[in-house]
């Protein structure tokens, strides 16, 4: 008998890929049988599909449906299929035309009202939908701002089913109404923590404007009360706003975990983002049984993840960073796919010098066994720490500083900051690379960008004794060329290298 079509976009991790969804009435017993691999949510829409056209005067007939996800072998989760299914139940019974839903894309939930309600990640589903080609995406009107972030896409928002169905039967007769366009986000109105409140620290305070010049990695190592925390807090306002693809890049991830703002449509500022210590691996790394859902590494993607009280997270949880602090990426293997999940963030751990914290400071007693230190660091393996660039001890805040001048601001740090960026854009243009924290140590070391033996000399001297290793000699080449930026100079001296150097041994659990 019938047989409609449209299409819909499935999500695996923050990456969608378009799917046909066909929709055949048959002679028989009535019945409802769905294909395509759908979970539970995507399996119940027939139901609330029944309801909500009922809603708009109409009837689903009582036939032997089938309704097919193509391509089968792809997962199908989540109560976004509902609207494309219902779509092509209605063409199938010849109430829309074919020759329009065909070529549409439809996203969006329906309740038993026939309201259709917004869903997560509708902005990667988008740039699905153009990369296949499509030119006409329908969503839920609460979903409007996001997609319309899209380019090459007309994108129509609508609030209920009724309204769903007049779009289409105005289109098969010409009169479209005009596309959602994207209107331009409000200025941000949330308070930036300022570094001014900072008392005294002023080397962890020039450690963490380097680590925010070149995207390094860092670790503070301090007692209770030292600051760490709060320096944190401080450095994505030290970091440039993101370009506009990077910031597509984190708002699809923002949109498939369902946290966007409702007044921001697009993130432009980077993300912080601070797990609990008792955070597991799939919510830390990402994972999941069913679907797999982006973790805090992928919330943190283009910003800054932060861990406090580091030693205190699970051993599997921090080895599980050393894979995303290299590539950038998170790779989830499952039996039938693997799925990647963008993870380019800057590390930001903080750890009491033992686990009674009063391991430094002038009148301190420690009261931790030689053996509770061991262990308490012991979960911060060797090579974990070779991939944070920058270590700084903090020692407890004096009087003489809380009674002092207070420190620079951050709008003042973020101007040499964003220098020191631009001067690196400009070197690295050629390359896949922005910034000197991304870039491979054989670079470096070879012909073009080969430092004089009488400038590494310091690097050479502390591999020799064991105190680096070759990964840890080229985070400071790195650390090294950040220090020139920041400074003005066109190479490292042996001043930017010695400090280099100072910087990634300085902490108490340095290797």
């Not at 930036?192 to 020039?206: F, K, N, S, Y």
């Not at 009087?399 to 020191?420: D, I, K």
Request: proline share 8%; with cysteine; net charge neutral.
């Amino acid at each position: 008998m019938g047989l409609g079509r449209t299409h819909a976009v499935a999500l695996s991790g923050v990456e969608g890929r378009l799917v046909e969804v066909e929709a055949h009435m048959a002679q028989g017993l009535p019945a409802m049988t769905m294909s395509g691999l759908p979970d539970a949510a995507c399996s119940r829409a027939p139901n609330r599909i029944r309801a909500a056209v009922e809603d708009c005067g109409l009837t689903i007939p009582q036939r032997r449906w089938t309704i097919n996800l193509t391509p089968a072998w792809l997962p199908k989760t989540g109560s976004g299929f509902d609207v494309g299914i219902a779509v092509a139940q209605l063409v199938a019974i010849e109430v829309l035309p074919q020759a329009v839903a065909q070529t549409v894309v439809h996203i969006g939930e329906l309740g038993l009202d026939g309201a259709v309600r917004p869903v997560a990640g509708v902005l990667p589903m988008v740039v699905a939908a153009a990369a296949a080609g499509m030119k006409t995406v329908i969503v839920p009107s609460g979903n409007i701002s996001e997609a319309a972030l899209v380019p090459g896409v007309r994108v129509f928002g609508v609030a209920s089913l009724r309204e769903l169905i007049d779009l289409h039967l105005a289109a098969h007769t010409g009169a479209v109404p005009a596309p959602a366009t994207t209107a331009p986000d409000p200025e941000p109105d949330e308070h930036i923590p300022d570094l001014a409140d900072v008392v005294g620290q002023p080397e962890a305070r020039a450690a963490l404007e380097v680590a925010a010049a070149g995207r390094h990695h860092m670790l503070m190592v301090g007692a209770p009360g030292a600051g760490k925390t709060m320096l944190a807090e401080r450095l994505p306002g030290l970091l440039p706003e993101l370009a506009r693809s990077e910031a597509l890049e984190v708002t699809a991830v923002h949109s498939v975990l369902g946290v966007l703002d409702d007044h921001r449509s697009l993130v432009a500022r980077a993300p912080f983002v601070a797990p609990h210590h008792g955070a597991s691996m799939a919510a830390v790394i990402g994972g999941g049984s069913s679907r797999v859902r982006p973790g805090a590494v992928s919330r943190a993607h283009r910003g800054v993840l932060f861990l406090d009280e580091t030693p205190e997270f699970r051993r599997d949880v921090l080895d599980g960073l050393r894979q995303p602090l290299e590539s950038g990426e998170v790779v989830i293997a499952r039996a039938d796919r693997q799925t990647r999940l963008p993870a380019r963030f800057q590390l930001v751990a903080a750890a009491n010098p033992c686990p009674c914290g009063r391991g430094v400071g002038k009148g301190e007693r420690c009261e931790c066994t030689p053996l509770a230190r061991r262990t308490y660091f012991g979960k911060l393996s060797g090579p974990l720490l070779d991939r944070i660039d920058v270590r700084v001890s903090l020692l407890p805040v004096s009087l003489r500083a809380l009674a002092g001048p207070p420190g620079e601001s951050t709008l003042e740090v973020a101007q040499r900051v964003r220098a020191a960026r631009d001067r690196q854009l400009a070197r690295w243009s050629h390359t896949p690379w922005a910034v000197n924290a991304e870039v491979p140590g054989s670079l470096l070391r070879g012909d073009d960008w080969r430092l004089a033996r009488s400038v590494t000399r310091p690097l050479e001297r502390a591999m020799d004794l064991g105190e680096l290793t070759l990964r840890g000699y080229d985070r400071c080449l790195r650390i090294a060329w950040t220090l020139a930026d920041l400074a003005g100079a066109e190479r490292p001296g042996p001043t930017h290298l010695g400090m280099a150097l100072a910087l990634r041994t300085s902490s108490e659990v340095a290797a």
